[in-house]
């Protein structure tokens, strides 16, 4: 589909993978796949609990998204200080965070600085693509086979993948065509991209292109950015972390991070107790106007309680929202068409931004609404409309993401039966938990599946695979999986709960419509975070309840 994306320098930087196929099989007890977030913090518990480990990781380095994603502005919107570890207070302590939503390129520093506190590199095996892992029932192995042909075995295959790394291209007829250069933002190469004096165009008005159009808008010659969809995007806020700040996170981290766990959301801040019709209208304006002064997703998940659950409160705000859009965009009618109006505030993620829509303002920056005029192809000489041709130097798709499950239904999984992981879950996904899938022993998935503030959960999650193979093999069990039973009931559960919120209507990654051909399915666990932490505790201290252990 898209070679000439493929062929973008990220790909091409790759060096070539450090073992061929003809080197012996090795065997560890755990391989972990991935060295983001979740990765090394799974590679460190693991290690610890005296496993030989080996994690495997498709880049060149540590980071998992904040590797990849190098585009211009790419930043955290969660709050640095909450995004960051908080299994090691020393770690805490030595790391100081530079601005209060750190950018990319000061993430993979830290993330950097974790693998060498902890000596995590001589475990990993970098440039190492995961095709395919095979559970062999007789061995009770995993075979895991990497791109280059290398092969290794495991008892327990732990995928720590990421919710946001496979992806997504839209099949545009032409794709390869193109003469200029094309780049994804997922897979941004680490030399600069010169701007200057080049037509740009960006397809796509997501998180990721909130955050790169007005960074770039002031490099290039001229830039065409193609919306489908339009976003609510609230300001971001950011500033530098002061030196009294940097103390007082050091010196307030276990209550931070307390917080946090106690929150809906995984953040440090909580949604207010009143039910948005029950405030009059002038007080009600009055918090949203507080709430739209404040940094980061307060306006989201500070808001009245329900915010995410009442169309008509929700509808309130939204409205809100677009009235602060149409103040900020010089031209109405520019204006207009950046003003969402065909589903609820926060059913998608809020992008946060900084001087987004100010970027609409300048002479240079042209926005085409392909709902009026769609793509109909890529050129040779740039993107052809309904309307026209558009002629361009370089052409980037912050196109997103085969979100949550595409990460793991692009590796060929085979389960006991032989069935993939792909065929399973061709109607959405099918897990006990998010940790497991029944067919699939000593299978875990390392990946933050609730709506939380990633780290947050993440931790936890790696805790709980650790503390659950602890159990297996203090047990002498040799395997462990989910009863059939047990994983019907949670799917179920996570569907009615989804399907309780504003979330499960509206089109987005959260439940896989932005993919052609997706099946449509709530791809987060919708309950609050600590619910989910206290199910996911209380299943490890009943024996492992709805696990089946041989
Ligand atoms: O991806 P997206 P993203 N023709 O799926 C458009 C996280 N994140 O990379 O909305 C034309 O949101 C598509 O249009 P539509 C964050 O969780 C975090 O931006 O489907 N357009 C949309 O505009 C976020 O939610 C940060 O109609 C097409 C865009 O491409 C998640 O990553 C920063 C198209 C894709 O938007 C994903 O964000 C950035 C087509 N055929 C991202 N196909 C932080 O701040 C797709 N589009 C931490």
Same mark, same amino acid.
């Given at each position: 589909?898209?070679?000439?994306? *493929? ?29 983001? %977030? ?12 005296? &496993? ?125 065509? $193109? ?13 600069? %991209? ?27 010659? +001229? ?17 530098? %972390? ?6 007082? $996170?050091?010196?307030?981290?276990? *209550?931070?991070?307390?917080?946090? &766990?106690?929150?809906?959301?995984? $953040? ?14 002038? *007080? ?35 409205? $809100? ?86 990460? &793991? ?83 179920? +559960? ?7 919120? &504003? ?48």
């Amino acid at each position: 589909m898209a070679s000439s994306i *493929e062929s973008t320098p990220i790909r091409s930087e790759s060096v070539p993978h450090s073992a061929t196929g003809a080197e012996p099989i090795k065997q560890f007890d755990a391989i972990v796949i991935g060295a983001g %977030v979740a990765g090394l913090y799974q590679l460190y518990r693991l290690r610890e609990l005296g &496993l030989s480990v080996l994690c495997l990781e498709d880049g060149g380095g540590v980071g998992g998204t904040w590797y990849w994603n190098r585009y211009p502005g790419c930043r955290f919107d969660s709050e640095s200080e909450t995004y960051g570890y908080s299994f090691s207070k020393e770690l805490q302590q030595e790391w100081d965070w530079k601005e209060h939503y750190s950018g990319q390129p000061e993430n993979e520093r830290y993330l950097n600085f974790v693998a060498d506190k902890f000596d995590l590199r001589r475990n990993i095996q970098f440039n190492s693509h995961v095709t395919a892992a095979t559970y062999d029932k007789a061995a009770n192995l995993w075979e895991v086979q990497l791109e280059s042909g290398q092969r290794m075995r495991c008892q327990f295959l732990v995928a720590a993948v990421g919710i946001l790394s496979a992806r997504y291209i839209p099949p545009f007829e032409g794709i390869d065509s $193109f003469r200029g250069q094309s780049y994804h933002t997922s897979r941004w190469p680490k030399e600069k %991209v010169d701007f200057s004096g080049k037509r740009v165009a960006v397809i796509g008005t997501g998180a990721t292109a909130v955050q790169l159009i007005p960074i770039i808008a002031k490099e290039v010659a +001229h830039l065409t950015v193609f919306q489908r969809t339009p976003n609510y995007c609230a300001p971001l806020r950011n500033s530098e %972390v002061s030196e009294e700040t940097q103390r007082r $996170f050091k010196a307030t981290y276990d *209550e931070i991070h307390k917080k946090c &766990l106690e929150t809906p959301a995984g $953040f440090p801040y909580d949604f207010d107790r009143r039910r948005a019709m029950e405030v009059p209208k002038e *007080e009600r304006l009055k918090f949203y106007e507080e709430l739209w002064a404040l940094p980061g997703f307060k306006k989201w998940l500070g808001n009245f309680r329900d915010i995410m659950t009442d169309p008509v409160a929700n509808e309130d705000f939204a409205e $809100f929202v677009r009235n602060k859009i149409r103040a900020r965009v010089k031209d109405p009618a520019v204006a207009e068409k950046l003003v969402p109006k065909d589903h609820p505030f926060g059913a998608k993620r809020i992008p946060l931004e900084t001087e987004y829509y100010e970027a609409y303002n300048r002479d240079n920056v042209l926005l085409v609404d392909v709902r009026e005029t769609p793509i109909e192809r890529i050129t040779p000489k740039g993107i052809k409309t309904t309307d026209r041709e558009y002629e361009f130097d370089i052409i980037i798709y912050a196109t997103g993401f085969d979100a949550i499950t595409g990460a &793991l239904t692009r590796i060929d999984i085979r389960g006991e039966t032989g069935q993939t992981l792909k065929e399973k879950w061709a109607g959405g996904p099918r897990t006990y938990l998010g940790l497991q899938t029944a067919g699939f022993p000593n299978f875990f998935i390392a990946t933050n599946t609730a709506f939380c503030n990633y780290t947050v959960c993440a931790e936890k999650v790696v805790e709980w695979i650790t503390d659950c193979i602890r159990y297996v093999r203090d047990h002498n069990y040799s395997r462990i999986a989910p009863s059939p039973e047990a994983e019907d009931a949670w799917v179920k +559960h996570v569907n009615e709960v989804g399907s309780q919120t &504003l979330l499960s209507g509206t089109k987005s990654w959260f439940v896989g419509d932005n993919i052609p051909g997706k099946a449509h399915a709530i791809l987060l666990y919708a309950n609050t975070a600590p619910a989910y932490r206290a199910k996911i505790a209380e299943v490890a201290e009943k024996g492992y309840e709805g696990f089946l252990l041989q």
